[in-house]
């Protein structure tokens, strides 16, 4: 995993993924979005519904925070072995979006992370304990770290899932 000195190395990065992510679903339309292939395990639409739903738990984990409220991690009725229907419910969340407002969706998450980001100086962000949340595990990891295993990381991921899944459409 990439370590990161400064905020802005982090912003840099996060953009940059994101967009090289995002760019691979031009192209694509509305009729092939929830088409799924052998060897993809994911459709283009849950792809960026995934991004969407990590990106904004992560931003709900510090909105109820800061708001006084319980944070549960990952989210409300799902447990940390139990991802596979939280992920389930990030795609039924969005399936009735079109491509195109799913990649609209996808970059004012973007912006929002960023802006979200921009907010916090470098001890909060790069120490232990930048968050109750973020301490909500036995990792206590950085709230730097969050963040990059939600979003840099699935970009890049994804992003060679979504060209595999291009390859296999034009075969």
Same mark, same amino acid.
Request: proline share 4%.
């Given at each position: 995993?990439?370590?990161?000195?400064?905020?802005?190395?982090?912003?840099?990065?996060?953009?940059?993924?994101?967009?090289?992510?995002?760019?691979?679903? !031009?192209?694509?339309?509305?009729? !092939?979005?929830?088409?799924?292939?052998?060897?993809?395990? /994911?459709?283009?639409?849950?792809?960026?519904?995934?991004?969407?739903?990590?990106?904004?738990?992560?931003?709900?984990?510090?909105?109820? !925070?800061?708001?006084?409220?319980?944070?549960?991690?990952?989210?409300?009725?799902?447990?940390?072995?139990?991802?596979?229907?939280?992920?389930?419910?990030? %795609?039924?969340?969005?399936?009735?979006?079109?491509?195109?407002?799913?990649?609209?969706?996808?970059?004012? %998450?973007?912006?929002?992370?960023?802006?979200?980001?921009?907010?916090?100086?470098?001890?909060?962000?790069?120490?232990?304990?930048? /968050?109750?949340?973020?301490?909500?595990?036995?990792?206590?990891?950085?709230?730097w770290k969050?963040?990059?295993?939600?979003?840099?990381?699935p970009f890049?991921?994804?992003?060679?899932?979504?060209?595999?899944?291009?390859?296999?459409?034009?075969?």
């Amino acid at each position: 995993m990439q370590e990161y000195t400064n905020k802005d190395m982090l912003i840099s990065e996060i953009t940059r993924t994101a967009n090289m992510f995002i760019t691979e679903f !031009e192209g694509i339309t509305e009729a !092939e979005k929830a088409i799924r292939f052998e060897g993809v395990d /994911r459709t283009p639409q849950e792809m960026i519904s995934y991004q969407l739903g990590w990106m904004e738990l992560i931003l709900s984990w510090d909105r109820d !925070e800061l708001a006084g409220k319980e944070v549960v991690t990952p989210a409300p009725g799902f447990k940390w072995n139990q991802l596979g229907g939280l992920y389930q419910s990030f %795609y039924d969340r969005y399936q009735d979006k079109s491509i195109t407002e799913l990649r609209d969706l996808f970059n004012t %998450y973007v912006e929002a992370v960023i802006k979200w980001l921009q907010c916090f100086n470098e001890e909060e962000l790069f120490s232990p304990g930048g /968050r109750n949340w973020a301490a909500s595990t036995p990792s206590n990891w950085p709230i730097w770290k969050w963040v990059h295993i939600n979003t840099v990381a699935p970009f890049k991921s994804f992003r060679s899932k979504i060209r595999k899944w291009k390859k296999m459409r034009s075969i």
